[in-house]
């Protein structure tokens, strides 16, 4: 079973404890109203869909009940870093994470 550490609560859990929850790092439109439904139905479907590291929203729902962010790899599914809602997306070429079992 995939390890994930809640960088909330500080815990590594099952990852049947967490929640995918899409994307990381979009932005919502500042003035929804102007939208048209084509720039509404972007915002709201249209997401990339990478090959490699991607961030991603995720909620430790048996938990702390937070979101946070995490960098992981789609293709060996690991997850390279994990980081708090609000705080940037770490540079992992700047940093050795030493992320082994999800942290």
């Given at each position: 079973?995939?390890?994930?550490?809640?960088?909330?609560?500080?815990?590594?859990?099952?990852?049947?404890?967490?929640?995918?929850?899409?994307?990381?790092?979009?932005?919502?439109?500042?003035?929804?109203?102007?939208?048209?439904?084509?720039?509404?139905?972007?915002?709201?479907?249209?997401?990339?869909?990478?090959?490699?590291?991607?961030?991603?929203?995720?909620?430790?729902?048996?938990?702390?009940?937070?979101?946070?962010?995490?960098?992981?790899?789609?293709?060996?599914?690991?997850?390279?870093?994990?980081?708090?809602?609000?705080?940037?997306?770490p540079d992992l070429d700047a940093a050795s994470t030493g992320m082994e079992g999800g942290k």
């Amino acid at each position: 079973m995939l390890l994930i550490h809640c960088p909330c609560c500080g815990v590594d859990r099952p990852e049947i404890e967490f929640r995918h929850g899409g994307e990381a790092h979009i932005a919502r439109p500042a003035d929804p109203s102007a939208l048209d439904d084509h720039q509404w139905a972007d915002f709201l479907y249209m997401r990339s869909n990478p090959k490699g590291v991607t961030a991603e929203r995720w909620r430790h729902v048996h938990g702390c009940g937070r979101f946070f962010n995490a960098l992981r790899d789609t293709v060996s599914d690991r997850f390279l870093a994990v980081y708090r809602t609000g705080e940037p997306r770490p540079d992992l070429d700047a940093a050795s994470t030493g992320m082994e079992g999800g942290k």
